[in-house]
């Protein structure tokens, strides 16, 4: 049992430092989804790099799934069931939920705000609907966010925080799990959040 779980927690380790799937738009609307691995003249497997997807316009960029937190809370969960820990079987259950939400979620960035949107398929995000905790459209302009912070860190990223004042003038907070790539969306945001962090 010692075996299996020290397994099951490495292969999560392994997960967290996986490369993400590399998604690219070759020209307007349409997007083209590659796997983490193309293949190459030789016949090999050659990974491919991340990219971020490209929306609407130059300015718009979607942010791509990434597996590796919903992947790492699934083994860890799994190995916990297995070896009879009862605290297993609800991270498993949040694991899995944020597998099904990173097939769905995407963060899309315009020239304006951060706006979160449904993978509607076929290359379409729709609108994800009025926020269910505070009303109100999941949309926030970058000149409102008064501060943001990586959860425990970036070099181990699990949820990013974030506090604006469009929705609320005294400001509100907001915190959201990494299942999104987490190095394109950090480029994101520094590139077009003003705040010297």
């Excluded at 397994?7 to 796997?35: K, Y």
């Excluded at 950090?186 to 962090?197: C, G, N, Q, S, T």
Aim: glycine share 8%; aromatic share 8%; charged share 20%.
């Amino acid at each position: 049992m010692h075996r299996f779980l020290v397994s099951a927690l490495t292969a999560a380790a392994l997960l967290l430092q996986a490369s993400a799937f590399a998604v690219v738009a070759p020209s307007g609307r349409s997007l083209a989804v590659r796997t983490p691995y193309v293949s190459s003249s030789s016949g090999r497997a050659v990974a491919a790099k991340p990219m971020c997807m490209m929306a609407k316009d130059a300015d718009t960029v979607a942010i791509p799934p990434d597996f590796r937190l919903p992947a790492a809370l699934v083994a860890i969960g799994g190995a916990l069931a297995v070896s009879g820990n009862r605290a297993g079987l609800p991270v498993l259950g949040i694991g899995a939920l944020l597998g099904l939400q990173a097939t769905r979620v995407r963060f899309e960035f315009d020239a304006e705000s951060m706006e979160v949107k449904i993978d509607a398929g076929k290359g379409d995000l729709a609108d994800s609907g009025e926020n269910f905790a505070v009303g109100g459209q999941n949309r926030w302009a970058y000149d409102t966010w008064t501060n943001w912070e990586v959860y425990p860190s970036e070099a181990l990223p699990v949820l990013m925080y974030f506090k604006e004042t469009q929705t609320s003038p005294d400001g509100q907070i907001h915190f959201f799990p990494f299942i999104m790539n987490p190095g394109q969306l950090l480029k994101e945001v520094r590139a077009r959040v003003p705040i010297d962090k």
